[in-house]
Structure formats: C-alpha cells, structure tokens
C-alpha cells in the first residue's frame, strides 16, 4: 500500500477479509466465556471464604462450651466436700466470738486438710473486700475492689446465707501484683453467721492442671487452623486477660490488648480490618457466666484472618483463564489463514450454536454440515458435550454422597469417651478414602454397667453411612430393653432384618461391663474375634462368634459368654481394615501382628495400646493407600 493512502475492507481479499472477521468472533467468544466463567468462580471462592470463616467461628464457639461443660462438671466434684468442711470453720469463727485474733487458722487447716487431696488454705474477708486473716501471709491485705464484678460477687455471699462454690481459676499470687496469673485454686465461700465475713477456702491440686490438659483450649485453637487454611493465628483469652490457649503454659501469661479489653468490656463479637496487612480479626465473646459462680468463666477468641491465600487463588484462575483465553485465539489465527474459504456459511451456524451453548444450554445441537470435516467436528463437539455434562454429574453427585456419608460417620462417633473407675478406655476411627460403615458405641447403662460395641456394616458410601444408622439406633434401643446381651443381639437382628435392604448386613460385637464385679459378658455377630489379653498368664483369648452376622437369617439365636477380668488384663476390640491392611508386597498386617503389638505394650494405658497399634500399621503399609476404615477400642483393667 502506498504512503498516504487510505486502509479499506473492500483492498482485502475475501481471504483475508474472512480471517480477520473470524479473529475478532474468534476473540469476542473467547473474552466472553473466559469472563463469565472468571467472575463465577471468583464469586465461588469469595463464599467459600466467607462459608469457611463462618463455619470456623460457630464451630470454635460450639467447642470452648463443650469444653467449659466438661471442666465445671469436673470442678463441681469438690463441692460437696469444700460444704462439710465449713462447719469446723464457721464453728470456729462463732467459738472465737468474732474475734479473728483468737482464730487458729493453722491448726484448724491441720484439721480441715486431711479431707482433701492437694494443699488446702483458709481466708477470712471483710466487708471492704479486703483479705484480712489468711494462711497465705502473701495475700494478706489483698482488695477486691481492684475486680468490681467479682467484689460484687463476694459481697452477695457474704450478705446471703448459704454455701457457695466458684470454679478452678487462676489466683492473685500476692497482695501487690494486680494480675490473676498464680497457681489453679478451687475457691469456696460461706459467710459468717453476723455476715461481718466472708470465709473463704482455696484448694490447690494438680489435678486441676492435668484435667485442663485433657479439656484444653489449646487444642481446640490447634483444631480450628487446621480446618481453615486463611487463619494465621487463634488465641483464647479468658476475663482476667489470662491466655487460655497456649498448651505449654504452666505458668500464665497476661494478655494486653485494647480490642480484646473492649470485648470483656462490651460482651459482644466483632470484627476489625487491617488494610496495611490484609488481615481481618474477629473477637468473638463467648459468654459462660455461671450465676451460681462468683468468678466469670467467659472467653474471648481471637481470630485472625489473612486474604493471601484467597487472593493467590484469585491470581491464579485469572492467569488461567487469560491462557487459555490466549490458546484459543492463538488457534483461531492459525485455522483462519486456512479454512476462511470454506467458513463463509459455516462460521454463523457455529457462532450461533457456541453461544447457545455458552450461555448454559448444553442439550442444544451443533447443525449438520455438509463438509466431511465439519461432520466430524459437529459430531466431536456433541459427545464432548455429553461427556462433560454426565462426568459434571457424576463427580458432583459422588462428592456429595461422599460428604454425607462423612458426616454421618463422624456425627455417630462418641465425642467423648466416658470415664469407667477401674478402667482405661480408647478408640479411634481413621476413614478410608471411600467412606464405609464402621463405627464404635460406649452406652452408659447404669448401675455401673457399660455397653461397648464395635461393628463393620457391609457395602460403602450413603447407603452404609445410613445403614451405619440404622444398626447403632437399633442395637441402643435393644440393649437398653432388654438388658441381658443374647436377648438384646436376638432382638437386634429381628429389627434389623425387618429394616434392612436385601444384601446388607452388618457384623457386629457387644457386651456388658459391670465395673463391680469387672465380669464382662458379650455376643459376637459374626464379627472380627477382640482379643482377650490376660495379664496372669501373658495368653491372649479370643472372643468367637456366637451367631451369624445381623440382617441375615431373621430367627437366628444367638448366644453370650462371659469373662472375668483382672487387673492388668487388656481387650482390644477391632474391625477388618486392622488386619486386612496391606503392604506394597499386597501382605495383610494379621492377627498375629496385632497379638504381638499387644503382648509388648499391654502395660501401656489403653490411649498408649492404641497409639502402638496405629503406629504399627503404619510402618508396615508404608505409605500404602489405605482402602478401608480402621477402628480400634481398647480397656484394659487397671
């Protein structure tokens, strides 16, 4: 073209008129797909963020109050005893006619201790809130009035007329340090008869320490990053600026934070952004005010979020797009050169069915053409669209059978194993990649009875999730009717069968424990053998099947046997993904290795017993996928 002269359409050949027309239907496609399908995805990862913080945050609140519910049930166990141990105290202080002075309170804590297990201390407070007599010479002339609500608190006991326990709290270390960062002490209070006096008794034990160590907020802080990946940092601050969640902390450590202090003061969640970091905190308030309690249990949660994660995630799906966005103009350029000839009528046919589909109509057809070529391709493009669709629909609806499944397994799980006198009890339940049946029961009887179960329902995914179902519902209720194990395995099966689809099945094993008489009387369905560990002899006995699996022959008997055991003595019940795991020489882990895992660490704790268990496995799988559920429960007698 010469200088000067004017570009026209009409200059180019029809050739590269075409091109340059297919490149620009070419880009628009390619602009518009890439950007609805960018904007969809980014809108998706914004709620799964949001979805996730949330979740996060009812999760956190839900476990600190299961953790508070079990440390006051443990903390109320002293009550009753902290009650008796007053009325020497308030005896004394009427003997002494008011007269503090002629109050012993060293011999009448020599007399009052033997009672407890820990060091007992005894403390006199006045009107003004101020600890006037004590056994502790360190807290002597320490004012309450420096902690208004719990100066209140006490001034309500002492004005009232009856006994009253607090929970296990951190103390005042000595008169002149403001901080509550000093031992565990469990606090109770009765006033004088005259109501001049508020007596006080603190008992300091190591136990305290143990139980926060087995209910800790550290592991729930430990707990909630691991399930979300945005969160940087999580501490638990309890209403004395104490941090409750450092797991190493035997000694407290004093939070100062302003936002933490406006959340004690103003009792309420909320959040606050920092631009500068990109991070967003939340302080959640968990109110867990005890009115029968003068010291206020309630916690404040500090989260802190970080968008790093979700704006790589951001970064990358626009870079993805953007190539592929590239690939299919790229390509484009280079089929236009040579097929604009034949796309004359063709291209419209195909740009109109492309956006059809484009904009979410997948059954839409691409029209027949008359070129060899083109058929193949109509035909290409019409099962890669089937495909999509069916294998779009498929994988959704496995991932959500899968995540049903999940969480009804989990859900029937005992949260918490229940303490037995006499007894160490562990479980535990590692899902294959496929969720599957397994699952373990405690059932509290009474009377000092406890029913263990363990089982393996055939078949996996939903189906067994809610056969799972099923079979523990049905097992709970017969055992707690019936009382005596054959009748309640007899009645199970009945039920089971009745309910059951044709095929499932499940093998099952219970008993009964009395922790009296330590005589433990089972039923086993078909179900692995458990292994009876005698401490005695050193044997290992196993406990066979007394009848056929439930949900198979509706009249089947079944029957019970019943062992004593003794101290020492260890039972490990277990399902077929312990034994049945394989190595990458497809070897099964046996039942001879288990027995020999339990003759070299019976003397374990039962938590121990299952630890060396799994870790055994372990070693022998050696990285082998695992491909059924591995369930484990042990007791052993102590």
């Not at 005894?122 to 600890?131: A, H, P, Q, R, T």
């Not at 707990?223 to 501490?235: C, D, G, H, T, Y």
């Not at 941090?243 to 606050?272: G, K, M």
Request: charged share 25%; with cysteine.
């Amino acid at each position: 073209m010469a200088p000067g002269s004017r570009f026209s359409p009409e200059r180019l050949s029809l050739r590269g008129y075409l091109t340059v027309f297919i490149i620009l239907i070419i880009v628009v496609v390619a602009g518009f797909l890439m950007t609805v399908s960018y904007l969809s995805t980014r809108e998706e990862l914004i709620s799964q963020y949001e979805n996730l913080r949330t979740y996060s945050e009812e999760n956190v609140l839900g476990a600190v109050a299961l953790v508070d519910t079990g440390l006051r049930m443990y903390d109320n166990t002293l009550n009753d005893r902290m009650q008796d141990a007053f009325s020497d105290y308030v005896d004394a202080y009427n003997e002494s006619g008011g007269d503090l002075a002629r109050i012993d309170l060293a011999a009448l804590k020599s007399e009052i201790q033997p009672g407890f297990s820990g060091a007992l201390d005894l403390y006199i407070i006045n009107e003004s809130g101020v600890i006037v007599a004590s056994t502790v010479p360190e807290v002597l002339g320490l004012d309450f009035k420096e902690w208004p609500e719990y100066y209140q608190s006490i001034t309500d006991l002492r004005l009232g007329t009856s006994f009253a326990a607090d929970r296990v709290v951190r103390s005042v270390p000595s008169a002149g340090d403001s901080s509550v960062t000093g031992t565990l002490r469990k606090f109770a209070y009765m006033p004088t008869p005259d109501h001049r006096y508020l007596l006080e008794l603190g008992l300091e034990s190591d136990a305290f320490f143990q139980e926060r160590a087995g209910l800790s907020y550290s592991m729930i802080a430990k707990r909630i990053q691991e399930l979300n990946p945005n969160l940087l940092s999580v501490r638990i601050v309890d209403t004395n600026r104490v941090l409750v969640s450092d797991p190493s902390a035997l000694n407290a450590t004093e939070v100062t934070d302003p936002e933490i202090d406006r959340a004690l003061s103003e009792r309420r969640t909320f959040s606050t952004t920092d631009p500068a970091s990109g991070t967003t905190t939340t302080y959640l308030f968990a109110d867990l005010k005890d009115p029968a309690s003068a010291s206020d249990m309630s916690l404040v949660i500090e989260l802190v979020y970080s968008g790093a994660l979700l704006e790589e995630k951001l970064r990358s799906v626009l870079l993805l797009h953007l190539a592929i966005a590239g690939i299919a103009v790229g390509m484009g350029v280079v089929l236009a050169f040579g097929t604009s000839r034949l796309l004359t009528q063709p291209i419209k046919e195909i740009i109109e069915d492309v956006d059809t589909i484009a904009r979410g109509d997948l059954d839409h057809p691409i029209r027949g053409m008359r070129n060899p070529e083109f058929t193949t391709l109509e035909n290409s493009i019409t099962i890669m669209i089937q495909r999509i669709r069916e294998y779009s629909e498929e994988l959704e609806r496995e991932k959500t059978e899968l995540q049903i499944a999940s969480r009804i397994q989990l859900s029937f799980l005992p949260r918490v194993i229940p303490r037995i006198p006499g007894f160490g009890i562990a479980a535990i339940s590692i899902p294959a990649k496929e969720v599957g049946g397994d699952f373990y029961d405690i059932i509290d009887i009474g009377q000092g009875k406890t029913g263990l179960v363990i089982a393996d329902v055939s078949g996996k995914g939903v189906p067994a999730a809610l056969f799972m179902v099923l079979s523990r519902t049905t097992v709970r209720t017969s055992l707690r009717m019936m009382g005596v194990v054959a009748a309640a395995m007899s009645d199970a099966n009945r039920m089971i069968c009745a309910d059951a689809d044709q095929g499932m099945f499940v093998t099952l094993f219970f008993g009964i424990l009395d922790e009296r008489t330590r005589a433990f009387t089972y039923s086993n369905a078909g179900h692995n053998p458990p292994m009876h560990f005698r401490a005695a002899t050193g044997e290992i006995a196993l406990m066979t099947s007394t009848g056929m699996a439930l949900g198979v022959v509706e009249e089947e008997v079944y029957t019970q046997e019943t062992v004593t055991l003794h101290s020492g003595d260890v039972l490990v019940f277990y399902t077929d993904g312990v034994t049945e795991a394989l190595d990458r020489d497809d070897r099964q882990f046996g039942e001879e290795r288990l027995q020999k895992v339990i003759r070299e660490f019976h003397h374990l704790p039962a938590a121990g017993i299952v630890t060396k268990i799994q870790e055994e496995i372990q070693a022998f799988v050696a990285g082998t996928p695992q491909f059924d559920d591995i369930t484990l429960m042990v007791i052993r007698v102590d």
